[in-house]
């Protein structure tokens, strides 16, 4: 079993920075390979960011390559999305998810959940 909770959410105007957390409970974390997704308002979630359980390898969407960057520590237990030059069809919220296939981009690949948060940004 793996708890994820998220941070770092907030508003921001275009073209700036924002660094999302997610910290992790369970003694394997490195075991998974692990997700940011997010959902827009009358949309589907959609994948983001992942990264695979050594952090040796990352992969993002198209609408988000060269601005969004991904990372994790092992040791803490943590996954950060660094967002960067955001645009306001950015905003939505934010999930930080946990999976056991590397690469995965689907959410129907993934087992664990956070609750969310809120990135919102203003043009």
């Known amino acids: 079993q793996v708890q994820l909770v998220e941070s770092g959410g907030g508003l921001v105007q275009a073209g700036g920075s924002l660094r999302l957390s997610c910290t992790a409970s369970?003694?394997?974390?490195?075991?998974?390979?692990m997700g940011w997704f997010r959902q827009a308002p009358g949309k589907e979630r959609e994948f983001v960011s992942g990264?695979?359980?050594?952090?040796?390898?990352?992969y993002h969407a198209d609408s988000v390559k060269g601005r969004f960057a991904i990372s994790r520590d092992n040791a803490k237990k943590t996954v950060d999305l660094q967002m960067n030059g955001l645009k306001p069809e950015d905003t939505a919220v934010y999930y930080c998810?946990?999976?056991?296939?590397?690469?995965?981009?689907?959410?129907?690949?993934?087992?664990?959940w956070g609750q969310g948060t809120q990135v919102t940004v203003s043009s």
């Open positions: 990264i695979i359980g050594s952090g040796g390898s990352t």
């Open positions: 998810a946990a999976g056991l296939r590397a690469g995965a981009r689907s959410s129907y690949e993934y087992l664990y």
């Open positions: 369970g003694r394997t974390f490195g075991n998974y390979a």
